[in-house]
């Protein structure tokens, strides 16, 4: 082989993998994005469950205060404070119940509350292997 033969395989390798070399760097770039973006979006599904399970503690939580509410019967003297009171807007007072029944209530929040975040910790392992 001549050295100009030589000389002008060697330039086109070297193009070839220059070229390759441009591509994979694309490539790395463009997955490196995606990868950014699967971040964000995990992230964000995983503060919507959150939020979602909060929801749900709430709604049973006004769920039970109206049906509280519905219960409570309210004395004459009470109903006429309520009628004074229902001219400026404000909150009802929920009724008391006794501290015990609070506790329980509170513990069992909790609880369900440990077993939504324990399943959805399991739910984002889950994701980050696959």
Do not use: C, Y
């Amino acid at each position: 082989m001549s050295v100009s033969v030589e000389l002008e395989e060697l330039q086109k390798k070297r193009a070839e993998l220059e070229s390759e070399l441009k591509s994979l760097e694309k490539k790395e770039k463009t997955l490196g994005e995606n990868l950014k973006i699967l971040e964000e979006e995990v992230a964000i599904q995983e503060i919507e469950e959150k939020v979602e399970a909060r929801r749900t503690a709430v709604e049973r939580l006004q769920k039970k205060r109206r049906a509280l509410e519905k219960k409570f019967k309210p004395t004459k003297r009470s109903d006429k404070k309520q009628e004074k009171e229902s001219e400026e807007p404000r909150e009802e007072p929920m009724p008391e119940e006794p501290a015990e029944e609070h506790e329980i209530n509170a513990e069992e929040l909790e609880e369900k509350l440990a077993e939504q975040i324990e399943e959805q910790w399991e739910k984002k392992k889950k994701r980050r292997w696959f």
